[in-house]
């Protein structure tokens, strides 16, 4: 079992965190993991985007010219990794704040409105973690436990009264993908 | 943390984790981007409670590399790090640290240039690293690693060849090696040396004289020439004795192999899923990995043309290694370069297509 992906949108969604989120709970179940960001002069608002590999096997270039799934969270990341799905993958992507859908018929699209369901659910700081959600429904490559324990690891202390709201988010996510 | 506990880290962090493990004395450093995570490491881990290791953030690289240079003469374990606009700074002094014979680190996570450049990964102080840098006859040992396992192992291996040798070393990595979180096992720790433990390795060490012994001099300097040849003479054994022990490479899937690509650090890394791809397509393809990128594998590398066609060097600059490589093969066989500048790293399948237009 091999998953390549690479989740991009605006600076300040979670893009990074949810890569990070994604390979701890692949290195918790003993997997093999990469996590390279491309990095830039990060603002709020910029780009970003991260390659997050999840694999049994050892993993060998952590930088890809396609993916199996791709989760886009703004238009410029549309235009650019649109094209860069492998046929048959996945293209999971938010409707706020994309105004050019996915054209493409050889690939399976999602559509999670994760954004508009994290304002209704007061959630909006832990939106990307219904787009996570959403994910591990399509392709669980790791159990929900581990992702709990992943947020453990990686938020700071004073944030672990936050875990029971992720959870919520990510089972939020997992309902809305169909 | 338990000696033994498979963690998820950068390969910057990597680098501070594993100093301060392997009983590194001293650390002196400038910011810079994309490296910045050793220096902030370090602070956050504060080893200066703990194994008493110095952690400063000096005024600049050229101070850094003095520092380096102070406490090396001392016989500490001290190193620095930065980024290639950084790592030019440092190269009078790195000059100096070879000419004076002391064992440092000098960690390189490059990034794109010439000038200030981009903050994105880039292999193009290949050059700056292997043929001088600095003034005068005089090499580094450069490790160079492609995955954050070895950022981690390669800072003690480079304090024990720098100290062997007494010579610097340079951990020669990039903004991707750097930047990117993989499964790291860190090294068990080691305690720092005491004083007399240093006098009894290190007998040259300026670290306070007993009566009974000759002032130890730490210095580059002498006037007259004929001392001078006689000095450069045996730094130039020296060398050649670095050459002839310390080589270290990987070969990957080239037992089949029609074709060779020869890349370092990240570069390996995406050569190897290259590798996957071309042999997918029926390519019988493998890799030569030089870890050592001086001294150079040249004996390895020759030895490829007698075993395939054709041999591709993958570099993110602008051909540099693939110099090495022709005069080892002699141009025996065609060896073609791909490598893309600036900070663009480049993808698999243009490694493949590249290949191709090999063939």
Known sequence: MKQELIIAGFGGQGVLSMGKI????????????????????????????????????????????????????????????????????????????????????????????????????????????????????????????????????????????????????????????? | MADQEITLMKGNEAIAHAAIRCGCDGYFGYPITPQSEVLETLAEQKPWETTGMVVLQAESEVSSINMVYGGAGCGKKVMTSSSSPGVSLMQEGMSYLAGAELPCLVVNVSRGG?????????????????????????????????????????????????????????????????????????????????????????????????????????????????????????????????????VRYEEYMLEDADYAIVAFGSAARIAKKAIELARGEGIKVGLLRPITLWPFPIKQVAALKDKVKGILSLEINAGQMVEDIRLAVECKIPVAHYGRLGGIIPAPDEVVDALKKMM
């Open chain 2, 114 to 246: 010439p000038g200030l450049g981009t903050i994105q990964p880039s292999q193009a102080d290949y050059f700056q690293s292997c043929k001088g840098g600095g003034h005068g006859d005089y090499r580094l040992i450069v490790l160079a690693p492609s995955s954050v396992q070895e950022m981690a192992d390669f800072v003690d291996l480079s304090f024990e060849l720098a100290f062997k040798y007494r010579n610097p070393a340079m951990i020669l990595s990039d903004g991707v090696i750097g930047q990117m979180m993989e499964k790291v096992v860190l090294p068990p720790f080691k305690p720092r040396r005491t004083e007399e433990q240093i006098k009894k390795e290190a007998p040259w060490a300026a670290l306070g004289r007993d009566k009974n012994r000759k002032p130890n001099i730490i210095t580059s300097l002498e006037l007259d020439p004929s001392v001078m040849e006689d000095i450069n003479i045996r730094l130039q054994k020296k060398y050649a004795q670095i050459q002839e022990n310390e």
């Open chain 1, 22 to 178: 994604l390979a701890y709970s692949g290195l918790i179940e003993g997997k093999e993991v990469t996590w390279m960001p491309a990095y830039g002069p990060e603002q709020r608002g910029g780009t970003a985007n991260v390659t997050v590999i999840v694999s049994d096997e050892p993993i060998s270039s952590p930088i890809l010219s396609s993916y199996d799934t791709a989760i886009i969270l703004n238009q410029p990341s549309m235009e650019k990794f649109e094209d860069k799905v492998k046929p048959g993958g996945t293209l999971i992507y938010d409707g706020y704040g994309i105004n050019n859908p996915p054209t493409r018929k050889d690939i399976n699209v999602y559509r999670i409105d994760a954004m508009d369901v994290a304002a209704e659910m007061n959630l909006i700081k832990i939106f990307n973690m219904i787009i996570l959600g959403g994910y591990l429904k399509l392709h669980p490559i790791v159990e929900i436990d581990s992702v709990l324990k992943a947020l453990k690891k990686t938020l700071p202390e004073r944030h672990h009264h936050l875990i029971p709201q992720n959870e919520e988010a990510i089972r939020k996510g997992m309902e809305l993908v169909k």
